[in-house]
């Protein structure tokens, strides 16, 4: 499975957008991207996921370059709430032997 | 609330003690998974359940017995643990097992402490 790569940390201000980078250069094809965060003393939490469009719901948008090899994650509003280690994961649509490996992510402090 | 439930949320144990960890969860899914989360190392896979059948076991020590008696709840039975194995263990489900166009759904996770 592709290995990603995401900045140790970024702070963003309260009420705007956060925008997290994830490098991806050797995804292939069959490969989604994938987010989750975690925040302190809670599980993973699963935000989004796409292949090649770009995607939306309720927690955030998902930008894909064309040729996939980077996305962002955008939260459009971000709150203190959304303090919290953002994983960005490349995950094989056939491989059943893929597994969810988390990186070390990206440290988002949300600033008030 | 993810729908995925896990007790206790935190438990210390000594090495020579036995004890149960418990997730349930609220999803209708049909596949679950045990991970260990260890702050120097990234998130490990130990076990898979696809329809209360265990499909994979990544190499994990015979310390650790998982049990699925349906769907919806799955246990982690500990006996002999050793100081590493100190640790989140999370529970996750996932509508089926192994098709990547489905998110995994994680509880809150045992923090477990071994004397």
């Known amino acids: 499975d592709a290995k990603t790569t995401q900045p140790p940390s970024m702070d963003c201000a309260e009420g705007r957008a956060a925008n997290l980078p994830c490098n991806h250069s050797?995804?292939?094809?069959?490969?989604?991207v994938y987010w989750y965060r975690q925040i302190h003393s809670q599980g993973p939490q699963y935000i989004i996921h796409?292949?090649?469009n770009n995607e939306t719901n309720e927690m955030a948008s998902l930008i894909i370059t064309e040729d996939r090899k980077s996305s962002t994650l955008i939260l459009p509003h971000a709150t203190l709430r959304d303090t919290a280690v953002y994983y960005c994961?490349?995950?094989?649509?056939?491989?059943?032997?893929?597994?969810?490996?988390f990186g070390k992510g990206t440290r988002l402090h949300i600033l008030p | 609330e993810t729908g995925v439930t896990q007790t206790p949320r935190h438990l210390v144990m000594g090495m020579t003690n036995k004890k149960s960890l418990k997730c349930e969860q609220h999803?209708?899914?049909?596949?679950m998974y045990w991970y260990k989360q260890s702050a120097k190392k990234p998130l490990e896979l130990m076990f898979v359940?696809?329809?209360?059948?265990?499909?994979e076991n990544n190499s994990v020590p015979s310390r650790f017995s998982p049990e699925c008696p349906n769907s919806s709840h799955l246990f982690l039975h500990l006996h002999t643990l050793q100081p590493e194995d100190s640790a989140l263990y999370l529970c996750?489900?996932?509508?089926?097992?192994?098709?990547?166009?489905?998110?995994?759904?994680f509880g809150d996770g045992t923090r477990l402490s071994i004397l």
């Open positions: 996750a489900s996932s509508q089926d097992w192994g098709v990547f166009n489905q998110p995994q759904h």
């Open positions: 050797t995804i292939s094809g069959n490969e989604y």
């Open positions: 796409g292949l090649k």
């Open positions: 994961i490349a995950l094989s649509l056939m491989n059943r032997d893929d597994k969810i490996i």
């Open positions: 999803l209708g899914h049909n596949a």
């Open positions: 359940y696809n329809f209360k059948e265990q499909t």
